[in-house]
Structure formats: C-alpha cells, structure tokens
C-alpha cells in the first residue's frame, strides 16, 4: 500500500513523553499556586498587594521549570524512545531482508520475554515454517518435473525407433506408448488433484466415511485378489463434512496404498471407522516389510516412495499419501503413520465430525 509519509513512532513518542513531562510539571506548578494564595508566606504579608508580589515571585520560578521540564522531557523522550523501539528496528531490518528473499535470516532476540520479544519469537517461527513450506515446494517442483520428464523421454524414444522402423514392432510400439502416455496422465491427473485439495475449493456436505471404506474396498477388491490380500472393514457409522469426491479419493488411495505394499501373499488389510468425541476416524492397516518410524515419517512427503515401492506392478506416481494428507489438511484434520510391530503400517485419519453427530 502506498501511503503518504508522516512523523516516526519515536518522534510521537519523545512528544508524547515530554507533553506528559510537561502536564505533570504544570499541574505541580498550579498546585502550589493554589497553596501560596490559600496560605500566605509569612515573609510576604507585610508586603503591599501580596497577590502581585506573589506572581513577580513565582511566574519567572514558573517559566524557568517548565522550560527545564519541556528540555528534559524532549531529551529523555528521545532517548528512552530510542531504547524502546530498537527491537523493533531489528524486526523491522529482518523483515526487509526475508522480503530481498534471504529466508534464513533470524532475528534471535535476546533478554527476557515482553510483547517485542513474543513478536520476533513468532516471526522468527514464521520464517522458519515458511523456509521449510519454501523448500518443500521447490523439491516437489523438482520432482514433479523429474517424473514427468521420465514418461516424455520415452515416448520420444519410442516414437523416433517406430520412425526408423516404420514397418517394424509398430503393435509393441503402440502398447508400450499407451503404458507411457496412461501413466503422464495418471501424473498429470494425481497433481491437479493435489492442487485443488491443497486449494480447499470444495464445497462441504455430509459424508458417511464407513460408506466410502465399503465402496473403496469393492472397487479394489480385484486388485487385492490378484495381490493375494484379505480385506476385512468394520466399523461405526462416521458422519464428517466434506468433499464426497476427495474423501472417497483419500479412502481409496490409503486402501491401494495397503494392498500393493504388502506381503508377496497372504497378506491382510483392515479397514476401520469410528467415532470419537467431537471426530471421526478411519483407520487403514495392512500387513508389510517392517519399515522404520523415521521412514514412516517421510512416506507422505510428494514422490516419495519406500525401499521396494518403485519394483512393484503398481507403483503408481508418488502422490497417494501426498494426496490423502493434503485431503485431510483441507478438511481440517490430521494424519499419522505408526509402524506396526509384526510389519507393515497403521495409517489414521482423524476429521472433525458433522455438527449432527457432535451432541451423541
């Protein structure tokens, strides 16, 4: 915003501090005004016209302490206005130098807490959130680019073979440009899908997660038969408010998810809901190679995958539980990753439950 310049916050205060100087001294002043009138000074009363000796006597007293009072107010103002306000000029500094882009930059002020010290702790937490949101951001621009780059360089390796062999494998060709081109469109497809979560530009309703688990799990029961995996859901009834189409996004990523990283056979999904107070939580755990607790921390993070995620027949593009965290952040909730002790993982998603089921 443009504005027009005015007077500095230390000029207003030295002014403030010295006109309140100056107040007290002409209130102290007019006090014993008061008390020379109401009680005569015994060496004055002889005096002819009292009251007139009495201002001769006291108006030049008078003028030379509010002249002292307005000089050392000015003074002192100044000074102690200076001293207040440099932890300011030090957020002020560091706030020029995060907008020149240096987001590593810190303020660390130092001395005991008060209100100056809590605003350059918070921005200081600010910063730190935003450098890291920063670098976040860059590795998944990165990434993204990488993964998308991958299925492009083959289609134009596949294209330039069926180019110089025109009459050759064309039908391989054609199948292995379909396999290419199907996963740059699940990419493609999987970021705006992580854009519009991210965004929060959804309408909210009613939505009934034990459904979604239930239609989730029939439409990757083939998957999981191939796969050699038992599902098993069960639950209550877990009324959030939401987007009907990125929570049964968010079900059906955690539930693919559990099958395709799970033991080579006879392996095990469970799909559960329920209510606590005030949300609603699914719970997806599956059986699986023992992962660590630092792993399991990094597996959300975009195009992250597990040690044998990329060997598998559907290792899809990185983004399942990107997109399922992203979902539940819009929503307003949460999701945590514990390790199980035999193997394999638990994956919670905690909403905030709709205003219905809040009295229960």
Known sequence: MDRAPGP??????????????????????????????RVPHPGLIIVPDYRLAVVRTFAPTAVAVLTFLLVFGLAGGWILAGRMLAPLTRITDATRVATDGSLSHRIRLPG???????????????????????AEQRRFAAN???????????????????????DGRSGEIIERLDVVNTRAIDLTEALLLLSRADRGSFSREPVDLSLM????????????????????TSGDIAPALGSPALLLQLTTN???????????????????????????????????R??????????????????????????????????????????????TLTPRAAGGIRITVELPASSSNTGR
Request: glycine share 8%; aromatic share 4%; hydrophobic share 50%.
């Open 213 to 232: 688990a239930e239609e989730a799990t029939e439409t990757l029961l083939p998957l999981a038969e191939q796969h050699g995996v038992v599902i098993e």
């Open 144 to 166: 993204a680019s990488h993964e998308l780059r991958t299925p492009l360089a083959v289609s134009k390796a596949l294209l330039e073979v069926a180019r110089s062999d025109p």
């Open 290 to 335: 023992r992962i660590s607790a630092r792993l399991a921390s990094t597996l959300t993070e975009p195009f992250r995958r597990g040690t044998d995620r990329v060997r598998t027949g559907h290792a899809g593009v990185g983004l399942g539980l990107a997109i399922v965290r992203t979902i539940a952040q819009a929503h307003d909730g949460t999701l």
């Open 254 to 288: 955690l539930v693919h998810n559990a099958i395709v990283h799970n033991l080579p056979a006879q392996g095990t999904v469970w799909v559960r809901t329920g209510v606590r107070p005030g949300t609603v939580v699914l719970t997806v755990e599956n059986t699986g």
């Open 112 to 134: 005991r807490r008060d209100e100056f010290r809590e605003l350059a702790d918070a921005f200081d937490a600010m910063l730190a959130r935003l450098e890291a949101h920063v």
């Open 8 to 37: 500095s916050v230390r000029l207003k205060l030295t002014l403030s501090y010295a006109g309140f100087v100056m107040l007290a001294g002409a209130l102290l002043l007019a006090a014993v005004w008061v008390f020379l009138n």
